[in-house]
């Protein structure tokens, strides 16, 4: 039985892949983030596909992963929908910037470093994922809160809009904006954004840990239908690898939200910390070993 697939002609194995998917789909349900920070690096790293494939390969499976999630964070009513929709057109532009700064870096070439030709798409995405993983695992480190209590981006007032279940208003331009540059680092990752964003309202905005996750997962949704279109637009989708991936994401993604929902925070922050660290590492050790 041949356990591989090719993918830009490389040779997968596709029980991985499918591990890969189960553990994105828990972390896509537990903290309201598409599992691009993980899928794309990992995908690169250890199964060697193509960077600009992995990223919108990563965007096509979040969409099943986070539909899923979204519906199960709105059964047990955690999520704010009005901030999400104050986030989509930003979003969705930032998507589009995003792809095509990811096209333009496949089409720049190589860069010669300590005698070896590394593709200028590793030199410039793969310290960003570094700084990025690191950044977010140092900010989830410190935890949320759990109840509501307004931070500095809510006091900011311009054409303020109530939300309801946090019970605070937060201001539509300042959350539009913040959804323009979540889109472009989905586009340019392969992330839903979901990552970044969950540090902003929890310690930005000061959303309760889990109401935070409710509501990452609609923005998450709808950067992963754009940014997958966008790329499929410029060839960076596999569509076989996606579907492997969504297969073991989409059913974790339920059971994850249910975690979310009765597990201690400490205990959801720590686990998140621990997942980052490891993609980190991989990472690191995918761009030394190109060096060699």
């Not at 991985?16 to 309201?32: E, K, N």
Request: proline share 4%.
């Amino acid at each position: 039985m041949d356990l591989t697939i090719t993918v830009s002609g490389h040779a997968v194995l596709w029980p991985g892949i499918l591990v890969l998917g189960v553990v994105v789909g828990y972390l896509a349900g537990m903290f309201g983030v598409g599992g691009g920070f993980i899928v794309t690096p990992l995908l690169s790293a250890v199964f060697g596909v193509p960077l600009e494939v992995a990223a919108g390969t990563s965007l096509a499976q979040m969409v099943g992963t986070a539909l899923v999630a979204f519906l199960r964070h709105q059964k047990v009513k955690q999520g704010e929908a009005r901030f999400d929709v104050l986030m989509l057109a930003g979003s969705i532009l930032g998507v589009d910037a995003g792809t095509r700064a990811v096209d333009a870096l496949v089409a720049a070439g190589s860069l010669r470093i300590a005698g070896r030709s590394v593709p200028w798409i590793h030199v410039v995405l793969d310290p960003l994922y570094i700084a990025f993983l690191v950044i977010a695992a140092a900010m989830f480190w410190r935890r949320g809160e759990e109840r509501a209590r307004p931070r500095p981006f809510a006091r900011v007032r311009w054409l303020a809009v109530d939300l309801p279940r946090v019970g605070f208003r937060v201001s539509a331009p300042l959350v539009a904006y913040i959804g323009f540059g979540l889109g472009f680092v989905a586009g340019l990752l392969g992330v839903g954004g979901g990552v970044a964003l969950m540090p902003i309202l929890v310690f930005g905005f000061g959303f309760p840990f889990k109401q935070a996750a409710g509501t990452g997962i609609l923005v998450v949704l709808a950067t992963a239908i754009v940014g997958t279109i966008s790329h499929a637009l410029h060839g960076h989708v596999d569509l076989v690898l996606a579907m492997l991936l969504l297969v073991g994401s989409s059913i974790s993604a339920q059971l994850g939200a249910l975690v979310m929902r009765s597990s201690p925070l400490e205990r959801l922050t720590r686990v998140f910390v621990i997942v980052v660290a490891a993609t980190i590492v991989a990472v690191l050790w995918s761009f030394v070993r190109q060096l060699r």
